[in-house]
Each structure stands twice: as C-alpha cells, then as structure tokens.
C-alpha cells in the first residue's frame, strides 16, 4: 500500500512540502542518512497552527498540531526521495520542540501525534528514538515543531 493510500485510511491528504523561512536547507542526504529540518504545523487550508501548550492550546490541539508537523515531514521525506517512499528504511529520530507553559508536563502526550502517525505510516520501521522537549517560544509562534533523521535505502 502506498503512502498516500496510508494517508487516506486516516483521512489525511500528503501536502506540498513547505519552504524554508530563512537560510537554510529543508532537508540534506547524507551518508544514507536524511536529516530534515524543522517542520511547522500547517493546516489544509495553510495556515499555521500557533499558541502555547497549558495556556491557549490543550493536549488534543497539541497532538494535532504534532500530527501536522510529521505530514509535512513526510512531504520533505517525499521531496527528498523523488517521491520513492520504498526507500525509506527506517524513521531513526524525531526531535519534538513543544511551545508550552512552565507548568505544561505533557510534551510526550503531544509528540505522540507525529509518532503515531510514523508507525501508521511506516510500520514498525516508523518506530523510533525520539525527544520532546517544551520550549518558550518557537518561530512564528508555532505551537510545535519537529525534526526527523530518516534511514535511506540506496537507489
């Protein structure tokens, strides 16, 4: 079953990979390894879902939000690969940047949303190491945003 097909059993749609927002790259390929940079959490409609966890956004916004950012780390995975998911070995690492309180103890229940979504996705090689950490404030006043190290087969 193909990714997009995967993507559907959950209603969900594959965006278009989003831009950089300043200098960098979105994603490099190095030594099989693709590292992507930091993907926000954009709605279908493209805008961005912003506002801090434990003050204006709960866990289940959180979560969606999570969710949002892994759709469009799958996209950047898409871009990388020629959109050839079959070489996508195994979802090494993400990193997941929560924008919450002090008192926000939840980033973990957050991060589910994008880990679920890579087992979902990739079986058990979605599984993977991963960090959620709460942070102050992210660009743009997201409310979540997460990197990825991918495992890439050779072409």
């Avoid at 939840?106 to 190491?129: I, T, W």
Wanted: aromatic residues 4%; charged residues 15%.
């Amino acid at each position: 079953m193909s990714i997009v097909d995967r993507l559907g059993e959950i209603g969900l749609v594959l965006p278009t990979p989003a831009a950089p927002v300043a200098a960098y790259v979105p994603w490099v390929l190095a030594g099989g390894l693709l590292h992507i940079s930091g993907q926000l959490p954009f709605r279908e409609d493209g805008s961005l879902i912003t506002g801090r966890l434990g003050e204006s956004l709960d866990v289940a916004a959180g979560t969606e939000a999570a969710r949002r950012c892994g759709l469009m780390l799958l996209a950047q995975i898409g871009q990388a690969l020629n959109g050839d998911f079959t070489r996508v070995a195994r979802i090494v690492k993400l990193g997941v940047f929560v924008n919450s309180t002090p008192s926000f103890i939840d980033q973990p229940k957050v991060a589910n949303g994008a880990s679920e979504l890579m087992a979902h996705v990739f079986g058990e090689g979605g599984r993977h190491a991963r960090s959620a950490v709460g942070v102050p404030v992210l660009p743009l006043g997201a409310a979540v945003e997460i990197d990825a190290i991918v495992d890439i087969l050779p072409a």
